[in-house]
């Protein structure tokens, strides 16, 4: 599994995490918001958002190269892609 880093960068209009992606010699930067009430929904904030981010990465690579990930995105587009993202999340902190 690749390395994955997530950061919050303050300021902006929201929360905002960079978010890098070693695997070998390559490297990504994402940038990604993550709204207060998503967050809580998928997780009940049994976790951090941070952990929540790096969570949602491992789904992403899960299902496609680091490479192939948005370089800036909102944490809900995953589910557009990816239909069974919500109740994946909702699994794995609800169970």
Known sequence: MPDIDVRAIPGGDGP?????????????????TVAEDY????????CTREEFVKMSFEFLL???????????????VISRYF?????????????
Do not use: C, N, Q
């Open 62 to 76: 899960e299902r496609e190269p680091k490479e192939s990930i948005l370089r800036e995105f909102d944490i809900t």
């Open 39 to 46: 967050y809580a929904d998928l997780t009940g904030r049994a």
């Open 83 to 95: 239909p069974e993202y919500e109740a994946e999340m909702r699994d794995r902190f609800h169970s």
């Open 16 to 32: 905002l995490f960079r978010v890098k992606v070693k695997e070998g010699d390559g490297e990504t930067a994402h940038d990604v």
